[in-house]
């Protein structure tokens, strides 16, 4: 029997799967794809989708809700209204029953019909079909489909620097002028500004030995390691050397790091184990790292100074001890 309705089931069905894509969708947008953070908060924090997420859930219900009727009733925007009757007004109306649903006959609702409310039941049959004849109203239909498929279609196309449309920006976007941007207000139109003239930025001290072979034998000369060769600035000395010189000059220090190797690079970086090196200071390879060599461009400007201090350390104390022995 098909008496009782599952428009509650179904509406329950449409909430459930409601509630969970709008979930699926805030999560995979604010903390897998675009996790944005203002001050240490991020705005995926869970309470943030408790309102969306039931407001979306309603909407859903009743968006769907509202199609399935009409789907199970016929009923679509555009469709030719029937009268049943003519004689219905506005102060009489129409009942119409479903014949196969009449239990008793027609005669036992008429009885029941006339004692009750004093209304006469008319055996007729109507012909509900459909009247196919409201073009105009079917292609606004039709185009208003096609333009919303035509917007959802153009919001997909997007690269990973564009955001899309946003909705709620909120603060994400900075009023002011952005560290690389044009600023108008200045006369030379940079935003980023130079440091008034005659200052340093604090621990950039100013290195006074020039990028020549003077001036490398002058720092070698002048320039002892402030550091103790403790195991953690070691430590740290490998970790740098790791990251900054290993690809030319070798795990080893011999000069086959792996930039050489695979032909990337294709001179030959010295060795840090020659005779030479090996009488090296410290202060010396302070001064390389600092300021270059020939083809080795200067790191001074990557690395810090310590930094530097415990690279030289490194290379004079495991890697060239390791030759020695
Ligand atoms: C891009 C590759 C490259 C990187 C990275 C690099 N070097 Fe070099 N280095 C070279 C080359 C090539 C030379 C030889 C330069 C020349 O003689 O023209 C050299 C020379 C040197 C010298 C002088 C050797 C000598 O015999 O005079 C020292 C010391 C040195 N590098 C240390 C380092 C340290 C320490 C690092 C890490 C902070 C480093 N290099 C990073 C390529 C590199």
Sequence with gaps: MGNKTRFTFAAFLYGFIGA???????????????PINYGGKPTNAFPSFIVVTIILTILTVTLASLFTFSARAAIYPGK??????????????????????????AEKLNALLL???????MKKSYNLKIKRHMIRKKSITALSIAVGI????????????????????????????????VNPAMADSHAMRLPAENTISREMIPYAYPATIEGRAQAAAELLNPLEATPDNLARGKEMFTVFCQNCHGESGNGDGYLFTSGRFSIKPASLLSEKMLAAPDGDIFHVITAGFNVMGPHGHMIRPADRWKIAMYVKNELQNKTVK
């Design 115 to 121: 004692k009750k409310v004093q209304l006469k039941y």
């Design 20 to 34: 969970s894509s709008v979930l699926a969708f805030l999560y995979y947008t604010s903390v897998i794809d675009w």
């Design 80 to 105: 030719a209204y029937i009268l049943p009757d003519s004689r219905s007004t506005d102060d009489k109306f129409v009942i119409v029953f479903d014949k196969s649903m009449l239990k008793g006959g």
């Design 150 to 181: 035509l917007l959802l279609g153009s919001s997909c196309d997007r690269t990973r620097n564009d955001k899309g449309y946003e909705y709620f920006p909120d603060m994400v976007h900075s009023l002011t002028y952005e560290t690389y941007a």
